[in-house]
Protein backbone atom coordinates (compact mmCIF):
# COMPACT_ATOMS: atom_id res chain seq x y z
CA UNK A 1 0.00 0.00 0.00
CA UNK A 2 1.51 3.34 -1.30
CA UNK A 3 1.46 5.79 1.93
CA UNK A 4 1.63 9.90 0.65
CA UNK A 5 3.79 11.43 3.69
CA UNK A 6 2.70 15.41 3.44
CA UNK A 7 5.71 16.81 5.43
CA UNK A 8 4.13 20.11 6.73
CA UNK A 9 7.39 21.78 9.09
CA UNK A 10 11.04 22.26 8.68
CA UNK A 11 13.05 19.41 9.93
CA UNK A 12 15.74 22.06 11.12
CA UNK A 13 13.12 23.05 13.67
CA UNK A 14 11.46 19.96 14.11
CA UNK A 15 11.81 16.23 14.52
CA UNK A 16 8.34 15.57 11.65
CA UNK A 17 11.22 14.98 8.90
CA UNK A 18 13.30 12.32 10.97
CA UNK A 19 10.20 10.57 12.07
CA UNK A 20 8.51 10.57 8.55
CA UNK A 21 11.71 9.34 7.48
CA UNK A 22 12.15 6.91 9.61
CA UNK A 23 8.64 4.95 8.74
CA UNK A 24 8.94 5.81 4.92
CA UNK A 25 8.91 2.81 2.55
CA UNK A 26 10.50 2.11 -0.87
CA UNK A 27 6.66 2.65 -2.90
CA UNK A 28 5.69 5.84 -0.94
CA UNK A 29 5.78 9.61 -1.51
CA UNK A 30 6.60 12.77 0.11
CA UNK A 31 4.86 15.86 -0.35
CA UNK A 32 6.33 19.07 1.26
CA UNK A 33 4.19 21.62 2.11
CA UNK A 34 4.26 24.67 3.67
CA UNK A 35 7.53 24.84 5.94
CA UNK A 36 8.26 21.68 4.58
CA UNK A 37 9.71 23.35 2.22
CA UNK A 38 12.57 24.32 3.76
CA UNK A 39 13.74 20.69 3.81
CA UNK A 40 15.51 20.96 0.31
CA UNK A 41 18.81 20.78 1.44
CA UNK A 42 18.29 18.93 4.52
CA UNK A 43 21.22 16.30 4.81
CA UNK A 44 18.93 13.29 6.30
CA UNK A 45 16.61 13.88 3.22
CA UNK A 46 18.95 13.81 0.52
CA UNK A 47 20.83 10.63 1.38
CA UNK A 48 16.85 8.82 2.22
CA UNK A 49 16.22 9.65 -1.22
CA UNK A 50 20.17 8.86 -2.69
CA UNK A 51 19.45 5.14 -0.79
CA UNK A 52 15.89 4.40 -1.51
CA UNK A 53 15.41 6.13 -5.22
CA UNK A 54 12.00 4.79 -5.42
CA UNK A 55 10.66 6.99 -3.49
CA UNK A 56 8.87 10.07 -5.34
CA UNK A 57 9.20 13.70 -3.76
CA UNK A 58 6.74 16.62 -5.08
CA UNK A 59 6.44 19.83 -3.51
CA UNK A 60 4.45 22.43 -4.07
CA UNK A 61 5.90 25.44 -5.99
CA UNK A 62 3.58 27.88 -4.77
CA UNK A 63 4.52 26.96 -1.00
CA UNK A 64 8.29 26.79 -2.36
CA UNK A 65 7.82 30.59 -4.16
CA UNK A 66 6.81 32.26 -0.72
CA UNK A 67 9.02 30.89 1.50
CA UNK A 68 12.60 31.80 -1.82
CA UNK A 69 13.24 28.16 -1.89
CA UNK A 70 14.07 26.33 -5.28
CA UNK A 71 15.53 22.86 -4.99
CA UNK A 72 18.56 22.13 -6.83
CA UNK A 73 18.10 18.81 -7.32
CA UNK A 74 15.97 16.59 -10.60
CA UNK A 75 14.34 14.49 -7.53
CA UNK A 76 12.10 17.22 -6.56
CA UNK A 77 9.15 17.56 -8.64
CA UNK A 78 6.42 20.49 -8.28
CA UNK A 79 3.18 20.42 -8.56
CA UNK A 80 0.15 22.89 -8.02
CA UNK A 81 -2.31 23.17 -4.94
CA UNK A 82 -4.84 22.28 -7.96
CA UNK A 83 -2.72 18.52 -8.06
CA UNK A 84 -2.88 17.43 -4.75
CA UNK A 85 -6.13 15.84 -4.57
CA UNK A 86 -5.06 13.79 -7.66
CA UNK A 87 -1.69 13.29 -5.83
CA UNK A 88 -3.88 12.22 -2.48
CA UNK A 89 -6.29 10.02 -4.76
CA UNK A 90 -3.17 8.12 -6.22
CA UNK A 91 -2.08 6.88 -2.37
CA UNK A 92 -3.87 4.14 -0.69
CA UNK A 93 -3.34 6.44 2.47
CA UNK A 94 -1.56 9.72 3.81
CA UNK A 95 -0.18 10.90 6.83
CA UNK A 96 0.80 14.22 7.48
CA UNK A 97 4.08 15.23 9.37
CA UNK A 98 3.63 17.99 11.16
Known amino acids: MA ?6 NS ?13 ILPQDSILLID ?7 HALLLSKLTEQ ?23 FIPITLAKVVALLFKHDNSITWS
Open 11 to 23: GFNSSALTQCLDM
Open 35 to 41: DGCYNFS
Open 53 to 75: QDITLYFISQHADARAQCPNNKL
Open 3 to 8: MLHLIR
